[in-house]
């Protein structure tokens, strides 16, 4: 009998769970690697140290990146899937909310929160690209859910949209910082924080 797999040799029933395991030990392995450069600088990532701080295995580790420089590539190339579907957003309040909760969850996915305040600190020309790629496509998108606001009459003129963002942004960074983690209440509570004032 012959076993059937996927392109990485797992087995195929396996296949979904394997591949979210796959996906979440990326993940922590990346995340590590961007805490490291954040804290130490790039010359400080390697292989032994993401190891060290994730839990992840050296092997592990090298079955994905051949060495520190490959590592180091996969963090340039880390960045957070297009989401067309919010330049479709009505601008409501529960669209609001679901907007900021969408932030949350990319932010999650690609960089991880805790970074997001770090890398947007930075000096380092090497984090410049994961502001271009992660950070500024969902202020891009914020501004475009206020202005179509604006223009249905939903929200007033004038708003200084980019502070709004930081706002949100700072508030979320500390969430992670102060509490572990963005709770699930953070979007609805910054809804009821932001929306008295861009209201019309």
Not at 37 to 62: H, P
Not at 96 to 121: N, P
Not at 153 to 181: H, K, Q
Request: glycine share 10%; with cysteine; hydrophobic share 40%.
């Amino acid at each position: 009998m012959t076993m059937t797999t996927d392109s990485a040799g797992a087995p195929a029933e396996a296949t979904g769970r394997g591949r979210h395991t796959r996906e979440a030990t990326d993940r922590k392995i990346l995340h590590t690697a961007m805490e490291i450069a954040l804290q130490r600088g790039i010359a400080g990532v390697t292989i032994e140290e993401v190891a060290r701080r994730s839990g992840v295995a050296k092997t592990t580790i090298y079955r994905r990146y051949a060495n520190t420089n490959d590592l180091l590539r996969g963090l340039r190339t880390l960045g957070v899937p297009d989401a067309g579907v919010i330049h479709e957003m009505t601008p409501t309040r529960g669209n609001l909310e679901a907007l900021l909760r969408t932030i949350v969850e990319r932010f999650r996915s690609s960089i991880g929160v805790k970074a997001v305040g770090l890398v947007m600190s930075s000096d380092d020309e090497f984090f410049h690209h994961v502001v271009d790629d992660t950070i500024q496509p969902e202020e891009r998108r914020c501004e475009e859910f206020f202005r179509q606001g604006v223009k249905a009459g939903v929200f007033r003129a004038g708003v200084d949209v980019r502070f709004l963002f930081g706002t949100a942004i700072g508030s979320m960074v500390a969430c992670e910082a102060l509490g572990g983690e963005v709770g699930d209440d953070w979007a609805a509570r910054m809804t009821d924080l932001i929306w008295p004032a861009i209201a019309a």
